[in-house]
């Protein structure tokens, strides 16, 4: 069934008002018709299960036929710090751990990033990357739309992750995996976690030692060096699967 998203000023207690570009995706590329069911996500961990009553301008009406609980968000928030990369590699990077369960990704101008982006640009690739994010929540059922920031620097990306609960930054030079899986089981449900992931030449040791002095811990991921759009993909694997076991066994510590 067709899943969409819908902003909560919308959502009333038996109707849904859809509006914006999912309008004419609605009603002329997908063709639907009154009395056609689509999903509804609100952004509330719900879905609404809903019968299209009309196209009215640039709106479609929707009755709501029943609410369900939906128990897809994983219990903390993982926010990905990533390193701009060359070419389109940040378009799979963003459907990947959207799809894994990312609360936030930021784009980070790191040293050794190639990638140079005036505001122009930086608003376009932006408003492209969440595009993206849209689409992979709602192909994988996901309940909110994880939001792509802006690029930020390295400096403004560790000022916003100060705050954060646990702050992970996989390095090449980090040795033994003791120090990775103590920091993976640290992370709990209503926890908040910041991961910084460098581009494809790496951190500059500069950059290590900001983000060791800001709280951040550097982790090994193991015996091989990856590229820099699987780095992050293995960190939010490991979170995801850790939150999901600790979720189903209901267990915290």
């Given amino acids: 069934m067709y899943r969409f998203f ?46 299209i009553r009309e196209f009215a301008d640039d709106k479609v009406i929707l009755g709501i036929v029943k609410k369900s609980e939906a128990d897809r968000e994983l219990g903390a928030k993982i926010y990905l710090f990533q390193g701009l990369p060359k070419s389109d590699k940040m378009e799979l990077i963003v459907q990947k751990c959207v799809e894994l369960g990312v609360y936030e990704i930021v784009p980070v101008a790191m040293s050794r990033c190639v ?15 969440q595009a993206i994010s849209e689409s992979a929540a709602k192909q994988s059922g996901r309940t909110v739309i994880p939001r792509v920031r802006e690029p930020m620097t390295f400096g403004q990306a560790l000022e916003y992750a100060s705050e954060m609960d646990v702050k992970l930054i996989p390095y090449e030079l980090a040795r033994g995996m003791e120090a990775a899986k103590a920091a993976v089981e640290s992370v709990h449900a209503g926890m908040s976690v910041a991961v910084f992931i460098g581009p494809e030449g790496g951190f500059e040791a ?13 982790i090994s991921l193991g015996r091989r060096i990856l590229r820099t759009e699987t780095a ?6 490991v979170l995801m699967y850790h939150l999901e076991q600790e979720n189903t066994n209901g267990s915290v510590s």
Avoid: F
């Fill in 6 to 51: 819908g902003r909560s000023e919308n959502i009333s207690d038996k109707e849904i008002t859809i509006d914006g570009g999912d309008v004419n995706h609605i009603r002329n590329v997908l063709r639907m018709k009154p009395g056609d069911r689509l999903t509804v996500s609100g952004g509330d961990n719900a879905d609404y299960l809903c019968e």
């Fill in 115 to 129: 990638v140079k982006l005036d505001k122009k640009r930086s608003e376009a690739k932006t408003a492209r990357w």
């Fill in 206 to 218: 500069e950059e290590v030692d900001a983000a060791r002095e800001s709280g951040a811990l550097p």
């Fill in 232 to 237: 992050g993909l293995a960190v939010m694997s």
